[in-house]
Each structure stands twice: as C-alpha cells, then as structure tokens.
C-alpha cells in the first residue's frame, strides 16, 4: 500500500471530457438529470448521482475522500465550519433524556454545546478531568449515547489513551465514540484504528493550513455518517465547493507542512523550558510532558502547538504578545504564520476562572501555534520580547 503522501495526492476526482490535470472547480448549486427517469432513480436512491451542492459535490466529494483516504475511513461529511461539524456529531444522534461523556480539557465552544445549549434539549453530560480509563467507564450511564475527547487538548495538550479508550468501546456498543481529532490531524495520529467511530477536524486549521477558509468534516463508518446525512441535508451546515477545493489542494502538502510544523514546535519548546521568564512549557514530544511516552505511541510527532506560561501573569502576557515583532496575535491556529493567543480572553473567556484553572488555563498562559518560518526567526522574536518584558 502506498504511504500518506502518495495515497492523499493521487485520491482525485474523475477527470472531466476536458482531460483536466488539476480538478476544476464545480460552482454549480445544482445538477442535471439526463431524464425524468434519471431524475426519480436518484431521489430514490437506486441510482447514485449529484443532486444539490447542499448534498454533494464533485469538490466535497474529493474533498471527503481524501481524508478518508488518510483516516482510513469508510465514509465522511463535509461542513462549513469546525464548529458545526461538532455540533452536528452529537446532534445527529442525541434526544432528549440521552446522557454525553466528555473529557473535561475541550475547546471553548464546545463546552458552550454542552453547558448551555444541550440542556435545554433535555441531554445531561458528565465531565471526565483524567486520563485514567476507569474513570471513563464509571462516567458512562444507561443512557449514555456519546463518548467525546480531544487529544491533544486545547490548549493544554492533554493526550488520552486511544487504545485503552477503543477497548472501552468495545464493551460498549451502542456508544458512539468519537474524537476532535484537529490539533493531531490525520497525518499525526490515526483514532480510527484504535475503534473510535468518528474523528472530527476543524479544516479551517491545519487542512487548509493558510487561514483562508472556513471548513470541518467528520469520517467513520459508513453506518454512522448515513444518519448525519439525513441530519445535514434537512438542517443545511454544507461546505462551499470553493471551499472545498481550497482544502482539497492544501492537502497534497498536508505532510509535507505537518513535518515543518512539529520541528519548529519541538525546537521552540526546548528552548523555553529552562528559560528563566517562563513558568511552565507543554509540548506532547518534549520528555518532560507527563504524557510523553503516550505521545510517542499513538502520535507520529508532536503537533504544532506550544503551550507556556510567562511570568507575571496577565499582565506580562499582554505586553509580551504586543512586543511579538514578527509573530501575529490572533485566534486562529494551523496557519503557515506563526500565531500567539491568550487563550484565558479570548477562545476560553467564557469560561469562568475555576473551570479554566481546571484545564491549567492561567492569566499567563499563551498558545503558540508554531508556523514554517525559519526556526532561528520564531525562537528569536519569542525571546526578544521575553527579554524587553522582563
């Protein structure tokens, strides 16, 4: 079999009667029927074909292919944001009465579905604050209808056991299992072999890997993603095929850029952890990571996020980032430009202070998503507003 490169830049769409090289985009919101016969056979699925691009199209179909391609997965969906291909993981399937799973360490609005919006929908849910599987299996009810996690987590970069997790899925059907696989992204890490029945990625980040376009998509089995189906075509969170050809593209140089990302990662997190002016630095792949041989086993590196706290708190935080020469502060990550993010007033602001000292989100904390600029130029602009702040 053909490894990950290979596999993802050779999955492409048929070639149209133009003989094509590169797949054109198919900016079209609907598709002809050849006959009012073709026509019936398709709604009635006797016959496969395009129908709507709020259903499908030659864009999101190649899209969807080619992570499924990298997942390994039987299936997947495309949608028009992070966030709602999450939503849409545990809508297609919870009502009300049903009871959700959830490691504690998860993104902001996430925590919002579950906290604010999810409730009111008559679905309970507990928080799992640890890695250790008996745990998980005592959170789990009769009536516990998903099972969900980050690894690693943002933006603590808490990794759970995906291993120990999928024997748990084992003896427990009827759960869906299910994973925010977007920090790891396929390439790094693969939950479907482990058992888990759907992965998640927000596409807007490492996929796309630019900051261009907005983008999710959720792979796994085929059972599964014929129920969220029905869900998305009667609810509409479709991926544009503009965008779905943007992220398409991005992903013949996923590896290629995941690689780069996770040097200059390492490189920058070994550099700070002894660094005088810095209170604490998490980086799955650094040896002093609590979980770094858990790391190095289910992860093919350690991603592109460093995570540390400067001292001084909130206040040395934001002058620190406002002293960053050449990196750029916002809240996106997975871009090729170095970003910096205060995590504690902005993507976890809602949060109130005990539940992100929980999560180990303190008034110091930064996010670094580390990008493919040279390494020397990322350390140094780091350590040249360290220095100016001290």
Known sequence: MKKDQSRIIREQAPRSATREHSVPLYLTSSFIFESAEQGRAIFA??????????YANPNTTEFINR???LENAEAGLAFSSGMAAVFASFAAFIESGDHIVSSRAIFGSTHQLLTQQFPKWGVSFTYVN????????????????????????????????????GALKQKYPNVIFSIDNCFATPYLQKPLQYGFDLSIHSATKYMDGQGRVLGGIIVGSQELINKLMFFIRHTGPSMSPFNAWILSKSLET?????????SNALALAQTL??????ADVKYPFLASHPQYELAKKQMKAGGGIVTFEVKGGKDRAFRFIDELEMIRY????????????????????????????????????IRLSVGLEDQ???????LQALKKTK
């Not at 699925?45 to 709020?54: I, L, P």
């Open 45 to 54: 699925e006797e016959e496969e074909g395009m129908v709507y691009s709020r």
């Open 67 to 69: 992570v499924c391609t």
């Open 130 to 165: 640890s890695a250790n599987i008996e745990e998980w299996e005592q959170a789990i009810q009769p009536n516990t209808k998903i099972v969900f996690l980050e690894s690693p987590s943002n933006p603590g970069l808490e990794l759970y056991d995906l291993e120990k997790l």
């Open 254 to 262: 996923l590896g290629l850029r995941m690689d780069r990302h996770c």
């Open 273 to 278: 952890e002894h660094h005088d002016e810095i």
């Open 330 to 365: 916002t809240s996106n990550l997975g871009d090729s430009r170095t970003i910096a993010t205060h995590p504690a007033t902005t993507t976890h602001a809602k949060l109130t202070e005990d539940e992100r000292n929980s999560l180990g989100i303190k008034p110091g904390t």
């Open 376 to 382: 020397e130029d990322i350390i140094n602009d780091i």
